[in-house]
């Protein structure tokens, strides 16, 4: 979702924002802006689309070594020109950037700035009018600023200029997430530390209700009761090279590829000097000592989750229940006495899974967070985090941290059976190695898959994805990357429930992606398969190794049944991706999608 970037230096800040920007861009956006600020005032640009349009609209001629940037996530009013930020106060003194949502900016409009005509829809407007207004006032721009922040309800993170006050940007922050990058004679701001990578790994973390000061030469970080603060800065261990896409023509295919070598990553991060699978002693205990494990999660995670609660059930014994973040906030089911809950999030930034943590913790209960950046606002805050080592996932759609996810619960799994003594009947390791090869020659078979592509969706208006036990949850998850990507409207059920209602959906030719990996269902998707083709559909069948028949459109190695989803997802997404490809669509960055989802 939106990003923030802030330069102060020497260098020229233009081009500093536009290229962080770029780095930023796969958090999904509909318009840009960058302000900068020299000696004769500020200077905004913004535009609707890429940032490649936004480098169409920018002034090279302007100088200046200041500024700020943002990349806009429509929220309030339409992804436009108008509603693009930076926005400015009425006399230009001011301007902002703002991530999140304000959720009291009627009020605050009613209340303070009746007599303000607004220039745009948003609700962040209200907020560098209100610092023009207290500024008006008398106030500095730091208590101008404070002041505003403390009428604020909802998230925000902000960077601020003042057109009278030079070398300066003022950041705060609430919920949404923002760094602060330090160099020599220089610093700056970022919603990612990847946005600021090419300047500096090193960055101060923002807490909540805190305002920085940031300049050329230093930081100043207070509470908004004005108490100084320090804070040691961090390294950001992410490699360059992670994040750039170096030959590949898409980050989702790049990322695709890296499965087998995340699944032999995780494994070995796992893993004592005895090559034994281990987790945190005290991540153990508050799972054994829990009487309900709550897995909390959205979109692919939730995917996951649903993967999650068989091995952990399975494994462990422990009865799972899997909830989708934005509705068990708001209609929690009964809880049990010692619950655990378990947050699975790639990004640690998901709002809707934020405000679940947040009610849990009120609740007093424990807390373990699943994700693939360290250091993120749910890792932060949960009581327990394991991380995902899956390296930067960029392309908008979930691939590889779908895959670690998978790994990573069955490996807590597990453990947590072998901590309770209970054997799982294989060994974990070993099945895992075997599933990084299946996987390698999944991503090995482009040419097939795109085949398979082509052959069933080229033209398609729909598609349904069907299975049984785990093939249904994948076939969630190819629902869920096919449209995402090609928008093509596609659906996953449980192979069972088609005859429920779903058949009547299915016409002459509609595609039908049907999973046969388990065993014991074989006979009864197989049947499945039959019910739609006698209605008209068209199935391909992916099958595994010892389960196949004659006609299948494509056969999985074979792998432990349990652990079968790590690979039987791939040529889910690469049949995804090249619908998406033949559909001319833009596959790392979907429309209407954002990576980072940081408002509820
Ligand atoms: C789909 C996808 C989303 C995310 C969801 C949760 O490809 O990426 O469905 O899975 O927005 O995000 P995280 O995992 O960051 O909490």
């Known amino acids: 979702m939106c990003g923030i970037v802030g330069y102060i230096g020497e260098q020229d800040a233009k081009e500093v924002l536009l290229k962080g920007l770029e780095r930023l861009e796969y958090r999904g956006y509909d318009s840009a802006g960058i302000a900068v600020r020299n000696d004769e005032g500020v200077t905004v640009f913004k535009e609707k689309g890429r940032i490649a349009d936004l480098r169409g609209a920018v002034d090279y001629a302007v100088e200046a070594s200041t500024g700020i940037g943002h990349t806009r996530w429509a929220t309030h009013g339409k992804p436009n020109k108008v509603n693009a930020h930076p926005h400015q106060s009425t006399a230009e003194r001011f301007t902002l950037v703002h991530n999140g949502v304000i959720e009291n900016y009627h009020h605050i409009q009613r209340d303070y700035l009746a007599d303000v005509e607004m220039q745009s829809d948003t609700d962040t407007e209200i907020i560098v009018q209100l610092i023009a207004k207290f500024a008006g006032e008398g106030m500095t721009t730091k208590e101008a600023f404070c002041k505003s922040l403390t009428l604020l309800e909802g ?353 002459e030719g509609t595609p039908v992606i049907a999973l046969a990996t388990q065993e014991a269902v074989n006979l009864n998707i197989r049947g499945n398969v039959k019910e739609v083709a006698a209605r008209g559909a068209n199935p391909c069948i992916i099958s595994m190794e010892g389960l196949q028949e004659q006609g299948d459109a494509h056969v999985l190695p074979k792998v432990n049944e349990m652990l079968s989803p790590l690979v039987s997802v791939i040529p889910m997404q690469l049949i995804s991706y090249y619908a998406a490809l033949h559909r001319d669509c833009d596959v790392d960055k979907p429309r209407n999608l954002a990576k980072s989802v940081t408002v509820e």
Do not use: W
Request: hydrophobic residues 45%.
């Open 155 to 507: 998230s925000y993170a902000i960077a601020l200029l003042d057109a009278e006050e030079a070398e300066t940007i003022y950041v705060a922050k609430n919920k949404s997430p923002l760094l602060v990058g330090l160099g020599e004679r220089f610093n700056v701001i970022a919603s990612d530390a990847m946005a600021m990578l090419q300047l500096t790994d090193q960055f101060v973390e923002l807490m909540d209700k805190e305002i920085v000061i940031v300049r050329k030469d230093g930081v100043e970080i207070e509470t908004l009761a004005g108490e100084g603060m320090r804070r040691e800065p961090f390294t950001a261990e992410i490699d360059m090279s992670d994040i750039e896409k170096g030959t590949y023509p898409h980050y989702m295919l790049k990322e695709i590829d890296e499965q087998p070598a995340v699944v032999r990553k995780i494994v070995q991060a796992y893993q004592d000097d005895n090559d034994q699978l281990t987790i945190d002693p005290a991540i153990l205990d508050a799972l054994n000592s829990a009487d309900r494990l709550h897995i909390i999660a959205a979109g692919t995670s939730y995917h996951a989750g649903l993967i999650g609660k068989e091995y952990l059930e399975k494994m462990t014994g422990i009865p799972v229940e899997v909830h989708i973040s934005s509705e068990f906030g708001y209609n929690m089911p009964l809880l049990s006495e010692k619950p655990l809950f378990i947050f699975i999030s790639q990004s640690g930034e998901t709002a809707d899974s934020r405000q679940v943590l947040v009610k849990i913790k009120e609740l007093g209960h424990a807390s373990l967070t699943i994700t693939n950046v360290g250091g993120s606002t749910l890792s932060r805050e949960a009581d327990h985090t394991l991380l995902l080592h899956a390296g930067p996932e960029i392309a908008v759609a979930s691939t590889k941290a779908y895959t670690a996810q998978l790994a990573v619960l069955a490996i807590l799994a597990g453990v947590a059976a072998k901590a309770r003594g209970k054997d799982i009947g294989f060994d974990l390791v070993q099945e895992l190695g075997i599933v990084a090869n299946a996987i390698q020659s999944q991503v090995d078979a482009k040419e097939e898959m795109e085949a398979i592509a082509h052959q069933y969706l080229a033209t398609t208006r729909n598609c349904f994805f069907i299975g049984r036990v785990f093939d249904y949850f994948v076939g969630l998850e190819g629902a869920l990357k096919l449209k995402e990507i090609s928008y093509i409207q596609a659906e996953g059920f449980a192979g069972g429930e088609l005859k429920h209602g779903t058949i009547a959906l299915i016409e």
